[in-house]
T-cell receptor, first 117, second 116 residues
Framework: AQTVTQSQPEMSVQEAETVTLSCTYD???????LFWYKQPPSRQMILVIR??????QNATENRFSVNFQKAAKSFSLKISDSQLGDAAMYFCAYRSARETSGSRLTFGEGTQLTVNP | DGGITQSPKYLFRKEGQNVTLSCEQN?????MYWYRQDPGQGLRLIYY???????QKGDIAEGYSVSREKKESFPLTVTSAQKNPTAFYLC???????????????FGPGTRLTVL
């Protein structure tokens, strides 16, 4: 079974600075998807970024980018120019590309990010 | 607007009662999911459905039931058999096609269930 590990329960960053959140996963599959979701105090899960394992290029979305290291099974999220609105719980998630998996996501335990003014 | 709606936002249940949480989507997504989130923890999968009239148990299905009679609707019933139902419940949906969205799950705003 796949597992996702986020080793940093809490992180903090100064406004306008850069922060990196770590995520590692364990799988025997070669084709899969990885995601970062953000959960602000409203508790709605918001998709931040998506990476397909067969693509070597790291995904980027504005101030958010990932460092995807397939061999190391590592998927870190970098937030540049941090803003107060980035404060939230961040979840890393894995999804197999196999149709028989039902597209189910496996989540890590989350990293609580605090942004200091 | 396209999206996923969940109702109610807050729900209170007495011991021994069954309650049903609503989840509706107008995104034309094939797959739908229910997750449970306890304080300070990640999400755990309760049930999922990839197609109308079909659904599968997730990791913590005991004490819950679902139906999928329509593509846009996937209600979750929390039965009296669920011993500790107080939690935050999130519904999600996912398209099966699309180069940039396939397999991505999009979430509703959630329902907070409290047992009195």
């Amino acid at each position: 079974a796949q597992t996702v590990t986020q080793s940093q329960p809490e992180m903090s960053v100064q406004e306008a600075e850069t922060v990196t959140l770590s995520c590692t996963y364990d799988t025997s599959e070669s084709d899969y998807y990885l995601f970062w979701y953000k959960q602000p105090p409203s508790r709605q899960m918001i998709l931040v970024i998506r990476q397909e394992a067969y693509k070597q290029q790291n995904a980027t979305e504005n101030r958010f980018s990932v460092n995807f290291q397939k061999a190391a099974k590592s998927f870190s999220l970098k937030i540049s120019d941090s803003q107060l609105g980035d404060a939230a719980m961040y979840f890393c998630a894995y999804r197999s590309a196999r149709e028989t998996s039902g597209s189910r996501l496996t989540f890590g335990e989350g990293t609580q990010l605090t942004v200091n003014p | 607007d396209g999206g996923i709606t969940q109702s109610p936002k807050y729900l209170f249940r007495k011991e021994g009662q069954n309650v049903t949480l609503s989840c509706e989507q107008n995104l034309n997504h094939d797959a739908m999911y229910w997750y449970r989130q306890d304080p300070g923890q990640g999400l755990r999968l309760i049930y999922y459905s990839q197609i109308v009239n079909d659904f599968q148990k997730g990791d913590i299905a005991e004490g819950y039931s679902v139906s999928r009679e329509k593509k846009e609707s996937f209600p979750l019933t929390v039965t009296s058999a669920q011993k500790n139902p107080t939690a935050f419940y999130l519904c999600a949906s996912s398209p099966r096609t699309g180069p940039f969205t396939r397999g991505t799950q999009y979430f509703g705003p959630g329902t907070r269930l409290t047992v009195l």
